[in-house]
């Protein structure tokens, strides 16, 4: 259910927690077409009914604005302007209200994207340390190793602070390295899509 929590500004709350409907029934579906809402003076808007002024009064609350963050009809969050008295609110005070939803849930989404791609970046990481098969990753312009994992060092012969001294061509067998250097490079330029290939692998011993 949607409930409504009313905090001012400093340590104290407004002693209020309930159903938005609690509020004004007949302002919810506005609230959730993402419309600004605002009440003048909750003891003679003739939009709330006599019970709701009750709980307007015991929430100390006369007037207010308030704007919901609806995606796809879910609300995602609301952001309201409390007045203990009557107040005549004006255009820009509302508009002010729509900058503030805006800019909150482009933060909230860039910051979620960031935590997102961190996860990610992380699970990716310890894939890549911890899997049994070789992985390397290369730089595209000469194909230098920037890091490899603990397997495909151990296939070459190499710790992995070597290997990442190295170019991939370091490791590949002479018949294959031309074909398959040529390959990455064109696959780093983006005249390919993807290269997959079989190739012999020299260790450091031989």
């Not at 609300?75 to 302007?81: E, H, T």
């Not at 509302?94 to 860039?110: F, G, H, I």
């Amino acid at each position: 259910p949607r409930t409504l929590e009313i905090f001012q500004r400093g340590d104290s709350a407004f002693p209020s927690r309930g159903k938005v409907a609690d509020f004004g029934a007949a302002l919810l579906e506005p609230y959730l077409r993402g419309e600004v809402i605002a009440v003048s003076d909750s003891e003679t808007d003739n939009r709330i009914t006599a019970d709701e002024r009750s709980n307007f009064r015991a929430a100390g609350i006369g007037a207010f604005a308030g704007l919901m963050l609806v995606q796809d009809g879910v609300c995602l969050g609301a952001l309201g302007a409390l007045f203990h008295q009557s107040h005549s609110w004006r255009k820009d005070e509302c508009d002010l209200l729509k900058e503030v939803v805006a800019r909150v849930w482009s933060t909230s989404q860039r910051l979620l994207g960031q935590r997102e791609l961190a996860l990610s970046e992380a699970r990716g990481r310890a894939m890549f340390e911890a899997s049994s098969v070789g992985f390397c990753e290369a730089d595209s312009e000469r194909a230098n190793i920037l890091r490899a994992n603990h397997a495909f060092a151990a296939m070459v012969g190499c710790d992995e602070t070597e290997v990442a001294t190295r170019s991939i061509a370091d490791f590949l067998h002479p018949l294959d390295s031309q074909r398959l250097i040529e390959g990455y490079f064109r696959l780093s330029r983006g005249e390919i899509n993807e290269l997959r290939a079989e190739s012999r692998f020299v260790r450091k011993d031989g």
